[in-house]
């Protein structure tokens, strides 16, 4: 497979990314134990963890992938177990995210088995007005910079994380932007089309249209091909 055809099976991204992943690994693992039914991954969690908050989606498909949500404070116990037992064996954390449901903030992690090919995603969910979870950096080394990323963009604290500053934004920057409650800064929301500079105390002056070259009067046009 050349690098045109492989960067053609990653698009597009984010479920595309994880059908591209089932793919390569299914194509690669010959060998292995079978996966488990969402059910089968239920059931032990259930047995295993009878004092802890585990909740299982009952809009999980026959065939699809088993989704839980976990308390945050029996999270890093479940995780652990969740990597460790070799059942389980999710050794790869694939993706961790922040979300803003409106009411509340979540992780949603994606986890792998490379060796029993079953999928697994967890969410744990914070108030907004609190928005502490703990860390996983602790449990998979890979969910550190995905913390600082849903820091970065969200706001969600994750108590025990090793560094946890921004990663996207500067360091100076005011505000979580994928917040569904963001208030975009007044410095650079400014009209393209506007030669007039925007109203005293709103940021920078807009920029000017181009023009073509020697004149300031005459918008740059598209150049033109003969037939």
Request: glycine fraction near 6%; aromatic fraction near 8%.
């Amino acid at each position: 497979m050349n690098r045109d055809e492989t960067l053609a099976l990653r698009q597009p991204e984010c479920q595309g990314e994880q059908d591209y992943l089932r793919k390569i690994i299914a194509s690669n693992l010959s060998s292995g134990e079978s996966a488990m039914t969402p059910q089968e991954i239920f059931d032990i969690l259930n047995s295993r963890f009878v004092d802890c908050r585990v909740e299982f989606f009952p809009q999980t498909q026959e065939g699809g992938d088993a989704f839980i949500r976990i308390a945050p404070e029996s999270l890093v116990e479940v995780c652990q177990f969740l990597k460790m037992d070799p059942g389980m064996d999710f050794k790869l954390l694939h993706c961790l995210s922040g979300v803003d449901y409106g009411d509340h903030l979540s992780s949603v992690i994606h986890l792998f088995s490379l060796t029993h090919r079953h999928w697994l995603t967890v969410k744990a969910e914070c108030p907004k007005d609190n928005p502490v979870l703990p860390s996983l950096a602790t449990v998979w080394k890979a969910a550190n910079w995905h913390e600082r990323e849903a820091y970065d963009l969200l706001g969600i604290q994750y108590e025990g994380h090793p560094n946890l500053r921004r990663i996207l934004l500067p360091d100076d920057w005011e505000g979580h932007p994928l917040r569904k409650d963001y208030q975009m800064p007044d410095d650079s929301m400014y009209p393209w089309e506007s030669d007039s500079p925007p109203e005293s105390g709103s940021g920078h002056p807009a920029p000017a249209r181009p023009t073509a070259p020697g004149s300031e009067s005459q918008p740059l046009q598209r150049p033109t091909t003969g037939s």
